[in-house]
């Protein structure tokens, strides 16, 4: 019987899978010494973020396929692993609907003032009418960066769920395919930021995409606006934004990505009441993590079967 290796415990779902056809161990130790005395027994290695290096894939005579719990292989040696004939599988989209979900329901929140709301009657306040009341997604422009497998679920959504006119910025994809979808194509970054109710980043963190939102682009934005990262922090230059949001000159930012993480606990964005925070997990609902261990295991089982 062939054996994989779990890193760290998975979603029940996909580790019952295999476990009808294979021998399966979870580790749940990351200690390189450890998994290298280990792994020479293993035909499948199971990782979320722990390093996959040269050393450790040496040390794995048997292996024939590493999954990554998620799409980024960057803490795998890709090159060594193809080298010596082993199979890298990844969960490809099992997660984009979550984090898509997610950032919209982020946006909500915030535009609709919900944690406030509910904060204010917990302290006996009863009447906000007089207050400036909430916004609706209904007729805004939502727009959004990068039209890959999240940004194109929420461009979805918002569109055909919120009745939001959705406008994409994404220089690599063609014009038609996203005006075919029913999207406006966007050319010019300024342009998007300028008009934008609502704008969301769904781009990697790449030299072209670090800080691609500045004080300069972030200056250009109504101060009615809204704005999400829940791609990677350092796509939106914290500092800058801080800045805006302080000055009320942009109305919140809902954050799920930071520059570190976690982010020290003097973070001046974490002391604002315009922004919505949560620690990076917009893919973890329960269904995407059952996806996500679903993805790894049939992508196991093709490779150990095949
Ligand atoms: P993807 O690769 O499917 O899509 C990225 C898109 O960005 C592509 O369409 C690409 O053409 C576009 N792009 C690249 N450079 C660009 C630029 N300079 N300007 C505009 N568009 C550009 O990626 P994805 O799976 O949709 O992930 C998007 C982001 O979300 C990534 O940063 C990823 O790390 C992050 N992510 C976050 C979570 C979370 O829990 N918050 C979970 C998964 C992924």
């Known amino acids: 019987m062939k054996k994989i290796l779990y890193i760290q415990p998975l979603h029940p779902s996909g580790m019952e899978f295999l476990k009808k056809k294979y021998h399966v161990f979870t580790a749940n130790n990351e200690d390189q010494q450890y998994l290298k005395s280990i792994i020479g027994d293993y035909h499948a290695v199971v990782t979320r973020l722990t390093v996959i290096d040269r050393e450790l894939i040496q040390s794995a005579e048997h292996l024939q396929v590493i999954a990554k719990h998620g799409v980024g292989t960057d803490n795998i040696d890709v090159k060594t692993a193809e080298q010596q004939g082993i199979k890298i599988v990844t969960t490809g ?15 909500g929140a915030l535009s609709k003032r919900i944690v406030y709301l509910d904060q204010a009657m917990r302290h006996s306040k009863w009447q906000t ?7 609706d ?36 994809m063609k014009r038609e395919e996203i005006e075919e979808r029913g999207f406006v194509y966007e050319q010019d970054l300024d342009e998007l930021c300028s008009k934008s109710d609502f704008l969301t980043v769904h781009v990697p963190l790449l030299e072209s995409t670090r800080n691609l939102i500045d004080g300069r682009r972030l200056a250009l934005m109504k101060p009615t606006a809204f704005i999400a990262n829940f ?10 934004l801080y800045q805006v949001l302080k000055a009320k000159k942009l109305a919140g930012a809902a ?17 604002l009441s315009n922004v919505l925070l949560s620690p990076h997990c917009g893919t ?10 679903m993805a790894v295991a049939k992508g196991i089982d093709a490779v150990l079967s095949g």
């Open 129 to 135: 009418r007089d207050e400036k009341g909430s916004v």
């Open 137 to 172: 997604f209904a007729g805004k422009t939502v727009g959004v960066i990068g039209f890959g497998r999240i940004g194109s679920k929420v461009a979805e959504i918002a569109k055909y769920g919120f009745e939001a006119k959705v406008h994409i910025y994404d220089p690599i």
């Open 93 to 107: 989209d099992a997660n984009s609907r979550s984090v898509a979900e997610h950032t919209i329901f982020a946006l």
């Open 284 to 293: 973890f609902s329960e269904d995407s993590k059952k996806r996500m261990s």
């Open 231 to 240: 791609a990677r922090g350092g796509i939106i230059n914290e500092a800058d």
């Open 255 to 271: 954050l799920d990505a930071f520059e570190t993480e976690p982010p020290e606990e003097t973070l001046p964005l974490l002391h």
